[in-house]
Structure formats: C-alpha cells, structure tokens
C-alpha cells in the first residue's frame, strides 16, 4: 500500500470538512438502524481509516539536520474514498492518454428513466449491466449504418449514481471519437462537425435495447420486482410506462481535440459521489453540501451517509468500459489502423501525449510540489525511513493527519 500526500493540485486548500468526520460522528447509529451490505461496510471503514494510524504508514528522519518529518499514513485505496482517487486516476489517464486519436470527440449521456429507478435499486448488478450494453451497441449499431456514420467508432463509458445532492440517479457518460474506422479498414470516416447522430434516434434506439434487455432478465429470473403478487402483470405494467414516456439522451457538441477529451475524461472517471471539498459545514444535526451555480443542500447526517452509501458499487464492477475502437480486443489491430489512416492524413497527437508514463512519487511531485525523498527543511536526500505498522483497535474519532 502506498504512503499517501497531497493528491490536489498546489493551488488547492485543504477541505474544512470530510465524509470520515461524518461516518466517525454518526456512523454507529447509522448501522444500528440501516442493514448494510459487506460492500457498504467496506467502504465506511476505509473511508474512516484512511490516512490514520489504524493502516499504518512511515515516518521519515533525515541524517543531515535531524528534522523528523510527522507521521505520514497509509491511504484506503477504496474507490469509494473522496481522498485517494488522486494518483490512480492519473495513472489511468497516462495509460488512456496512449490510447487517443487525432480527432474530436462527442459527449453522450444515457439516463435511465425514473421508472426504473426502483428497480436499478434492487437489481444493481445486471441493471447496470444491462445500460452499458444499451448504450454501447446503440452507439456502435448507429455508427455503422452508412446512412449516418458507416464506421466503427471508439467509446469511453463511464457509469455514474448519483446527482448533485447526492439522489439516485444512475447514468453512463459516453465519450465517443468524432468518425469512425470503414468496416473494411480502408479510410477514416468523419461524422458531422455539429453532432453526432439526432438524439431522438439515439433515444428511440437505446429504450428499445434497454427495454428487451430487461425482458432478457424477467424470462431468466434474474429480474427482482419487489414485493407483487403477479410478476407477469408487474412487469407488462413496467413495459407499457417504459415505451409510453419520452427518454432523456443528452449529446453535447465535439470536444476540440485529443487534449480536450483527455481533460474531460480527467473529471470523469475516478469521480466519487461527493469531494470533500463539497462539504460546507457539518454540525450534530445537519450537513451542507454545495451543488450547483452556487446553491447548497442541507440535510441530516443520517440522510447524508444514506445517500453516500446508496452509491456504493458492487464488488468487482467495473464503471468504466472501453467499446468498439477502444475495446482491448482492438487496440492492437483497429485503433491501430485508425491511427494509421490519420496519420498518413497529417492527423497527429502532440508529442506529449506520447510521454512515458511517470511513477507515482515522481507525478505526485508533478501535482503538488512535494519530493518525497528530500527533506523538507535542508532539502537532503539522505532520509531514513521508520514503518510504522497499523495500529489494532477502533478506528480514532479524530485522527491526526500529516499535512
């Protein structure tokens, strides 16, 4: 487990408060009212213990002036944790960053519609399943017909829960290239510089796929409906709403290029439901959050860690996938052909997309100013390094944090 730093750019203040605070003041008599599951567990203790002396950590001393550096703990490393998605999405982002063309790319959002909420609820897993392979194939299928693209595009998916305030509200953020590989392989198709595909034919597309996908499960029985007394009667009642209201798709205008898609991706991926930064004020019997153009929320502590949990993942799903060009099975054979094809049209990535990729003590250097091999007050190298092993016990109510 790596020692954990800083993983904000320089400019950043440290929040005033976190969700740890939260969980530690009112975790207890949340579990005593709420089941959890082991991943919602999971995710409260690591979100508590992150950074304290329960994980352990290291304390470095350096030879030549004798300054003792405080202690420095070791981070969760969940994916849940407001504080160590950091490092490891840079490291996604180099990886990613390898994987770009030279061309523009179009922001698409899929929604499920609010009838289906309650059922994502209980079905997580396949539900979630289900609106990645929907939004996936509408995209690849659209993007094949001749009449619209006739090429294969890349796309980027990432699934997202929750809303500003913290409400279910599942979706998958899409990024897709701005053109496509020929079925044959021969040229580089590009789309319409304004969008992509009509998002009522997205939207048409993606319901009927949702939809036979959901009747996939009921005939599997892997469908949970709650509660009914006829599940054949629940679900034509399901159905029948499903195709009798308007879907939302949302499709912005083409990033500008490789760059501005990199960016983009960067706010995107190893997002969780709230930052710490978000937290306004915490008191015994309310939280404030921030939401949008500058409005805030404030509810009870309960209710906050309610709305926190409700985004918790199941073990081992994996929220971001890659499609089409993208997909691993073709990185070494379509994308490269893609790259290719552009190339030999003078379509090229700047140069410092193609960087190797920095280790982690040398990009959290990068971000945030901080050497952690040389010593803070002489500027030394010459640290020697004491481990500090985790501590038994409780997680601490207020742990002291190294800066």
């Not at 770009?100 to 009838?115: K, N």
Request: proline fraction near 7%; glycine fraction near 6%.
């Amino acid at each position: 487990m790596e020692p954990h730093g800083p993983c904000a750019p320089k400019q950043s203040r440290r929040p005033r408060h976190e969700v740890a605070e939260i969980f530690r003041a009112h975790g207890q008599a949340y579990c005593t009212t709420h089941p959890l599951g082991p991943e919602q567990r999971k995710a409260m203790w690591c979100i508590e213990a992150c950074r304290t002396a329960v994980l352990g950590g290291h304390v470095d001393v350096c030879q030549d002036c004798g300054t003792r550096r405080d202690p420095a703990y070791n981070s969760c490393r969940n994916r849940n944790c407001p504080k160590c998605q950091a490092l490891d999405q840079d490291r996604w982002l180099q990886q990613r960053r390898r994987r770009l063309l030279p061309v523009g790319c179009f922001h698409v959002v899929f929604t499920l519609p609010s009838v289906l909420k309650a059922v994502a609820l209980r079905n997580r897993k396949v539900l979630f399943d289900a609106l990645f392979a929907a939004a996936s194939q509408t995209l690849i299928e659209l993007g094949k017909n001749p009449k619209r693209l006739g090429g294969i595009p890349g796309i980027t998916a990432v699934l997202h829960t929750w809303t500003r305030d913290l409400r279910w509200h599942p979706h998958v953020h899409c990024v897709v290239t701005a053109g496509g590989l020929a079925p044959d392989g021969s040229r580089w198709l590009d789309a319409r510089r304004k969008f992509l595909f009509r998002v009522e034919v997205i939207a048409l597309l993606f319901r009927g796929k949702l939809v036979a996908a959901l009747e996939r499960l009921r005939r599997r029985g892997q469908l949970d409906l709650g509660d009914c007394a006829d599940p054949e009667a629940e679900f034509a009642q399901l159905r029948a709403k499903l195709f009798s209201q308007k879907w939302v798709v949302y499709a912005k205008r083409p990033f500008a290029g490789p760059e501005q898609v990199f960016a983009y991706l960067g706010r995107y991926t190893h997002r969780v439901a709230i930052s710490n930064h978000r937290i306004l004020e915490v008191t015994d019997d309310a939280v404030t959050i921030a939401t949008r153009n500058g409005n805030t929320v404030k509810m009870p502590p309960l209710q906050f860690i309610h709305r926190f949990l409700q985004h918790v993942l199941p073990a081992g799903f994996v929220k971001i996938r890659h499609y089409g060009l993208w997909a691993s099975a073709n990185v070494e054979t379509k994308l490269a052909n893609a790259r290719r094809l552009l190339e030999a049209n003078g379509r090229r990535l700047d140069e410092t997309s193609e960087q190797p990729a920095l280790d982690w003590q040398e990009r959290l250097e990068e971000l945030t100013g901080i050497d952690l091999d040389a010593c803070p007050h002489c500027g030394g190298k010459r640290l020697v390094r004491t481990v500090l092993p985790p501590r038994p016990g409780p997680v601490p109510l207020r742990p002291k944090e190294p800066p």
